[in-house]
């Protein structure tokens, strides 16, 4: 069969399918042969020159218009009727066919005298002349079969469409901001991608949207939409060639109407005994036949359509069912994989809708009873069902944390820690979310440190009182003892030496008993209570401890600086008794070879203020950094260096009563440096 036989015969089929055109005889899509005719009863024009040859460029991939062979050769309606013209005018045309974009491009760079087969665009317009119309080309978009909704431009936002290279539609979607666009060099390279399903959509013209796609036997997967547009196809020449215009259109008036219309009639066919029968009778009859075969084969397409779709739901049904039956499987594992107890409560009514595995497990009930509000309530309030149903509807107003004493399913109680919180799961509404921990073990371990650190404050009460008691009591009769020992060295100290000698011993052991006393009774009183924290300006504090000390200061010859220190909230007696003391000790165990060198300085870290109190005193053994703070522990003998060894554990309680620490870092021979912190008010 020939290639013209095979277009005739496709146009009817092509109406059975989904694609929505018209058969090649209809007008929109095969002009009759007046279509034509270039502006009949008007004068042709003269041409002023006349030329040996003619260089034709067009799309060799539009049929019925013009198309190759299996052979390669060119042809179609626009190859024949070139052929006439040439024969008409004496002149030769070279007719010269390729992808359409790249035609376009070769004769923009000159190497043809006319292009074929385009449409009029603004944009063309400013490079070339156009002849008048000779037909009319609808342009619609063909998608896949499986989308609904391609009606216009907008509905393609979205897809990826493809286009020919060098198409007018690329400027009509570009104009309506359709800009993801695939190109391709043909619309039969188009049709081909759309049947490997590359691409879904595409705007192609309908003559060559109806020829390739019967072609390729894919008509069925695709649709058409209402054309977006209609184009007019022209033979153009570029502007300066006015002349050259004019001798072609002079041409084309030498072809009849007739010729035309065999032409047309050769590539497009005819309809089958039509010169046998009136033609008005065949043509309703043909109509008939059309209307009744399309409408059945639309009634087809929609039973076939309807079963696709059926089978299609019925897929995705028993894929969604599958799928929830999976989920909700996998819901219940991981459920019931919870170590903490889940109720699901109704808001209103406070009904338990949903528990897992660990609730049934918590309370000593089957995993398939149901659970009420009264099974997990210890019973009398403020642990009753009814105050569990308050603090149900109480999460309207939030979140809601609460301990809780529940009871067993054996009768016994314990504690529970419950969180409450409003959650939406699906359509019906606002329901209240519980999670339930045991703390039964936590609330007996609390209620064992809270009675601990009540026995610890009582015990620790009870020695502050016998410490500043037996401090207190100790005083009188040391000092009478140092009394009556001095008394007893002025009567007899001169008459037997060794008598002053003894009685010496004994003053300087009871003054050192009653240093110790003191020092005892201070310590104790460090937590007194009726004295809090105030801003207090450490420079001031290091004054009033550097006036105490001033005749030790003097005596050892000691030289103290100190940088700008801080404002921070402590007790001001106590702050002065820290720097005292410590500054004190410096000068205490300074190194008697060399002059003693006192340095005072502060720096903020973090939340606390970081004092230094550093020396260059005679040092202590990293081994005794911590000993050194112990109460009475002492490095070196009484009489090497006189001290009770209460002086830095006295500081270290002072310092960790306002919430800080203290440590210190030393070298023997070098120096020692004492931190303490404070915070930061």
């Not at 979205?158 to 570009?174: R, S």
């Not at 919430?659 to 404070?678: D, M, R, V």
Request: hydrophobic content about 40%; glycine content about 8%.
């Amino acid at each position: 069969m020939t290639q013209r036989r095979r277009l005739a015969l496709l146009a009817v089929p092509f109406a059975l399918v989904g694609l929505t055109l018209p058969s090649p005889a209809a007008p929109a899509a095969v002009p009759p042969a007046e279509a034509i005719t270039l502006q009949p009863g008007a004068a042709p024009p003269q041409p002023t020159a006349k030329r040996l040859k003619l260089r034709v460029l067009l799309d060799d991939s539009y049929p019925p218009y013009t198309f190759r062979t299996p052979t390669g050769e060119l042809q179609g309606i626009l190859p024949d009727l070139w052929a006439l013209w040439s024969k008409r005018t004496g002149i030769a045309v070279e007719l010269v066919g390729g992808e359409w974009g790249d035609v376009q491009r070769r004769f923009n760079a000159g190497e043809g005298d006319v292009l074929d087969t385009a449409f009029h665009t603004a944009e063309r317009d400013r490079l070339y002349l156009f002849s008048a119309p000779y037909a009319k080309i609808e342009v619609p978009i063909i998608f896949d079969s499986s989308l609904s909704g391609i009606r216009d431009a907008a509905s393609l936002r979205g897809f990826t469409v493809g286009v020919k290279d060098g198409d007018a539609c690329i400027e009509f979607l570009g104009k309506q901001g359709i800009d993801s666009l695939k190109r391709y060099p043909s619309y039969e390279a188009m049709i081909a991608a759309a049947a490997r399903s590359e691409i879904r959509v595409a705007c192609i013209d309908r003559p060559p949207a109806t020829y390739y796609l019967l072609r390729m036997g894919v008509e069925n997967r695709f649709r058409a939409s209402p054309p977006l547009y209609s184009g007019e196809f022209h033979w153009v020449v570029r502007q300066s060639d006015e002349d050259l215009r004019d001798m072609v259109t002079a041409g084309f008036y030498r072809i009849s109407a007739r010729e035309r219309q065999h032409i047309t009639e050769h590539w497009l066919g005819e309809p089958l005994l039509l010169s046998r029968l009136d033609e008005k009778i065949w043509q309703r009859i043909g109509l008939a036949l059309l209307m009744a075969t399309l409408i059945g084969g639309l009634l087809l397409v929609w039973v076939a359509t309807l079963r696709r779709q059926v089978a299609a739901k019925t897929r995705d049904l028993t894929s969604a069912l599958a799928n929830l039956s999976a989920n909700e499987f996998r819901f219940r594992t991981l459920f019931d994989s919870i170590n903490d107890a889940i109720f699901l409560h109704d808001i209103e009514t406070g009904r338990v809708q949903l528990t897992n595995r660990r609730a049934h497990d918590l309370f000593g009930y089957e995993q398939t009873q149901a659970l009420t509000l009264a099974d997990i309530s210890a019973g009398p309030p403020p642990f009753d069902s009814e105050t569990a149903l308050h603090w149900i509807r109480e999460t309207a107003n939030g979140p809601q944390m609460l301990e809780w004493l529940a009871r067993h399913r054996d009768g016994r109680t314990f504690w529970i820690e419950v969180d409450l919180r409003r959650v939406v799961l699906d359509d019906t509404g606002p329901q209240v979310l519980a999670v339930l921990r045991d703390i039964t073990e936590r609330k007996e371990s609390e209620e064992k440190l809270t009675r601990t650190i009540d026995a610890l404050t009582r015990s620790n009460t009870d020695l502050e009182r016998f410490a500043y008691a037996a401090s207190h009591d100790l005083r009188e009769p040391l000092t009478t003892l140092v009394r009556y020992a001095q008394l007893l060295e002025r009567r007899f100290g001169e008459r037997d030496p060794q008598i002053g000698d003894l009685v010496g011993i004994i003053v300087t052991a009871a003054k050192q008993m009653m240093r110790l006393v003191e020092g005892l009774l201070e310590f104790s009183q460090v937590d007194a209570a009726g004295r809090g924290f105030t801003l207090v300006e450490a420079n001031r504090a290091l004054t009033v401890a550097l006036g105490y000390l001033d005749i030790a200061i003097q005596e050892s010859g000691a030289t103290v600086t100190a940088s700008p220190l801080p404002m921070v909230g402590a007790d001001e007696i106590q702050l002065i008794q820290l720097f005292q003391n410590l500054i004190g000790n410096a000068i205490k165990y300074r190194d008697i070879n060399r002059p003693l060198q006192i340095k005072i300085s502060a720096q903020h870290d973090g939340d606390f203020w970081d004092f230094t109190i550093a020396d260059n005193g005679i040092g202590i053994e990293s081994a005794y950094l911590d000993q050194i703070f112990v109460i009475f522990k002492r490095l070196h003998s009484h009489g090497t260096i006189p001290g009770v060894g209460i002086g830095l554990a006295l500081c270290k309680r002072i310092v960790e009563r306002h919430g800080g620490q203290l440590w210190a870092e030393s070298t023997p021979g070098i120096g020692t440096k004492f931190h303490f912190t404070l915070p930061a008010p």
